[in-house]
C-alpha cells in the first residue's frame, strides 16, 4: 500500500502543452520532494517543499505543497521532450525516511 | 562532480547463487540508503545506514539479504541465496543527516533467472 497516491499513472501530451501531476496522502509529511527519473538512471532530486502552502519554480516547473502538508502538485508549462521521464513524489516521514508514491510516467512528443 | 556510483550495473545469475552490489556514497555523506524498484511495487526502502551504523532494515528479507558499511566510502547489499523474485534494479542513495536530499546512484539491475 502506497502512502503516496500519485496521479495520473502515465501522461502522454504533445510538445508545447500543459500538464499537472499530482501526490496525495491522508498522512503529514515534514517535508515533501519530486524527483524525475529517466530511463536506466536514478531519480534526481528536483526540489523540496517544506512549508504549508509552499510554491517553488523551477524555469517551467512549479511545485506546490499544500497547506496541510498532505499533498502536493507538479505543473509543468510549455513541456519540452526533455522533459519525459518518471516523475516521484516522496515525503519525509516521522521516523525520518522517504516514502515514495509509485510515479508518473510522463511522455512528452515533439 | 560528485556522484553515487554502483558496480555492477547490470548482474544475471542462475538461482541459488549470491550475489553482492557495491556503492560508493558521495563523499562527506553520513547516510546511505539501499532501495530496491520494479514494477509492481516502485521504489521500496530496504535498510538505511548513519555513520555506517545500521539503523533500519526492516524492509528487508532477512533471511536471505544483508547490508553492511565496512567503510565510510562502501556500502554492500549481498542476496544470499538468490531468488526469481529478487530481479530488480536496487539503487543506493546517499544523503546528509535525516534522510533530507537523497542523491541516487544509476542502479544496479539484477536479474535472476
Known amino acids: ?110 | 562532480d560528485a556522484r553515487v556510483t554502483q558496480t555492477p550495473r547490470h548482474k544475471v545469475t542462475e538461482m541459488g547463487q549470491e550475489v553482492t552490489m557495491r556503492c560508493q556514497p558521495i563523499l562527506g555523506h553520513n547516510t546511505v540508503f539501499w532501495y530496491r524498484q520494479t514494477m509492481m511495487q516502485g521504489l521500496e526502502l530496504l535498510a538505511y545506514f548513519r555513520n555506517r551504523a545500521p539503523l533500519d532494515d526492516s524492509g528487508m528479507p532477512k533471511d536471505r539479504f544483508s547490508a553492511e558499511m565496512p567503510d565510510a566510502t562502501l556500502a554492500t547489499l549481498k542476496i544470499q541465496p538468490s531468488e526469481p523474485r529478487d530481479s530488480a534494479v536496487y539503487f543506493c542513495a546517499s544523503g546528509w543527516g535525516q534522510g533530507y536530499e537523497q542523491y541516487f546512484g544509476p542502479g544496479t539491475r539484477l536479474t535472476v533467472t
Open chain 1, 1 to 110: 500500500t502506497q502512502l503516496l497516491e500519485q496521479s495520473p499513472q502515465f501522461l502522454s501530451i504533445q510538445e508545447g502543452e500543459n500538464l499537472t501531476v499530482y501526490c496525495n496522502s491522508s498522512s503529514v509529511f515534514s517535508s515533501l520532494q519530486w524527483y524525475r527519473q529517466e530511463p536506466g538512471e536514478g531519480p534526481v532530486l528536483l526540489v523540496t517543499v517544506v512549508t504549508g502552502g509552499e510554491v517553488k519554480k523551477l524555469k517551467r516547473l512549479t511545485f506546490q505543497f499544500g497547506d496541510a502538508r498532505k499533498d502536493s502538485s507538479l505543473h509543468i508549462t510549455a513541456a519540452q521532450p526533455g522533459d519525459t521521464g518518471l516523475y516521484l513524489c516522496a515525503g519525509l516521514d516521522s521516523w525520518g525516511k522517504l516514502q515514495f508514491g509509485a510515479g508518473t510516467q510522463v511522455v512528452v512528443t515533439p
